[in-house]
């Protein structure tokens, strides 16, 4: 589980550059504001985010996003989580290119991250929302499933990440799976 969660909190965070990417191509911040894409298509984009960025905490009173939801999940393991919370900081720094190939980084993230890159990099929404529809989202419920069933029968103290897998199962496979779906469709 450490092994797998040390690998995939990469993977949680680069989500979030494809999701982010998305929504600057069809529901850009800034002024002057001018609409763009359908309005069902900003509205889709935008309940992604808001469900990635400041998605309701396990208490079901606060917010996090769902890597800092992660992190939270890796220390109730027993993970030390210093290099990864310092991660965002570190791309932001050196760059996204720069920051994939330190040497903390393991070779599978380094990998995945380099391919999610290269979508983002794209700068066509079409590819961006195929890797978050058909990459992501229409996969996450299934493996999610998968290895919440195997957390149940061991004995470890991980609450908060057999929360964090069962909310993507639901939100993922009800919600942002077929949200992105209609929106690679429009795309």
């Known amino acids: 589980l450490r092994i797998f969660m040390e690998n995939h909190v990469y993977a949680v965070w680069d989500f979030m550059c494809l999701t982010k990417q ?16 359908s309005a069902s298509a900003r509205r889709w984009i935008n309940e992604i985010v808001l469900g990635e960025e ?14 800092e939801s992660y992190i939270i999940a890796m ?5 030390d989580t210093e290099w990864k919370e310092r991660w965002p900081t570190l791309v932001k720094n050196k760059g996204w290119g720069n920051a994939i190939q330190h040497p903390r980084v ?19 929404p079409w590819i961006i929302c195929a890797a978050l529809a058909l990459g992501r989202e229409d ?3 299934e493996q999610f499933q998968s290895v919440l069933d195997q957390l149940e ?5 991980s609450h908060t990440f057999k929360w964090y897998l069962k909310r993507h199962v639901e939100i993922d496979g009800n919600e942002h799976g ?6 690679l469709e429009e795309l």
Request: hydrophobic share 35%; charged share 20%.
């Open 178 to 183: 077929p949200a992105a779906r209609k929106l």
């Open 153 to 157: 029968n061991a004995d470890l103290p």
């Open 106 to 124: 393991p070779n599978p993230a380094k990998y995945f991250m380099t391919q999610t890159k290269q979508f983002v990099d794209s700068d066509k």
């Open 139 to 141: 996969l996450l419920p």
């Open 54 to 67: 400041s998605d309701i905490t396990m208490d079901g009173v606060s917010h996090l996003s769902h890597f």
């Open 22 to 37: 998305l929504q600057q191509h069809l529901a850009p911040s800034g002024s002057p504001w001018t609409p763009t894409y």
């Open 75 to 79: 220390k109730e393991i027993g993970i």
